[in-house]
């Protein structure tokens, strides 16, 4: 089956830009969408379609897109961005496809 | 915005069926998808399924077998069914609403989940 596949974890200081890449055989030819978790709550959309960023996500969410891997792109992290990190796509049949996450930590 | 409400019972016992209801306010249920997720508790989500307000519906090929999905315009309601759940069916389980086009499928307002305990 279609898989999505994140770094478990990623760590950065406050102000420092924090990235986080999703990789997958069908991101050539479908969108990446990321979503942030902040604990105990539901996921939020920050970027769809590769690289738009809904109403009201900060423009130091960024993302993009190159063959076979997406990038969520922080820059200047802050403490409360803090939260775990999940890409999302489909597979060649448009099948819905979430990659493992990725926590991100930022002390 | 779109607000959805998951509701249903926290506990089910192994070998029912699993059933939740999610409602739609702020915003007409016709003429979208809809979509039920879960995530099992510390792990990643999981996509069950989607159905669109004439009814047509999408499952994932893990769960098909026990799932089903329907929706009530008049409510603003759609509803998940899982039968014959097991410990491992123990997740939170989130409704979202999901464009769908030809540009692709997936979730834009989810609603804050309702945590499903499967245990005798």
């Known amino acids: 089956s279609y898989e999505l596949t994140q770094p478990p974890s990623v760590s950065v200081s406050p102000g420092q830009t924090a990235r986080i890449t999703c990789s997958g055989d069908?991101?050539?030819?479908?969108?990446a969408y990321w979503y942030q978790q902040k604990s105990g709550q539901a996921p939020v959309l920050v970027i769809y379609e590769d690289n738009k960023r809904p109403s009201g996500i900060p423009e130091r969410f960024s993302g993009s897109s190159s063959g076979t891997m997406a990038t969520l792109t922080i820059s200047g992290a802050q403490v409360e961005d803090e939260a775990d990190f999940f890409c999302?796509?489909?597979?060649?049949?448009?099948?819905?496809?979430f990659g493992g996450g990725t926590k991100l930590t930022v002390l | 915005q779109v607000r959805l409400q998951e509701s249903g019972p926290g506990l089910v016992e192994p070998s029912e069926t699993l059933s939740l209801t999610c409602t739609v306010s702020g915003g007409s249920i016709s003429p979208y998808y809809w979509s039920w997720i879960r995530q099992p508790p510390g792990k990643g989500l999981e996509w069950i399924g989607y159905?669109?307000?004439?009814?047509?519906?999408n499952y994932n090929p893990s769960l098909k077998s026990r799932v089903t999905i329907s929706i009530n315009t008049s409510k603003n309601q759609f509803s998940l069914k899982l039968n014959s759940v097991t410990a491992a069916d123990s997740a939170v389980y989130y409704c979202?609403?999901?464009?769908?086009?030809?540009?692709?499928?997936?979730?834009?307002?989810w609603g804050q989940g309702i945590p499903v305990t499967v245990s005798s």
């Open positions: 159905i669109y307000d004439s009814g047509s519906t």
């Open positions: 979202a609403s999901t464009p769908t086009s030809a540009a692709g499928t997936y979730f834009d307002f």
């Open positions: 069908a991101l050539p030819k479908k969108y």
């Open positions: 999302y796509s489909t597979d060649t049949s448009g099948k819905p496809v």
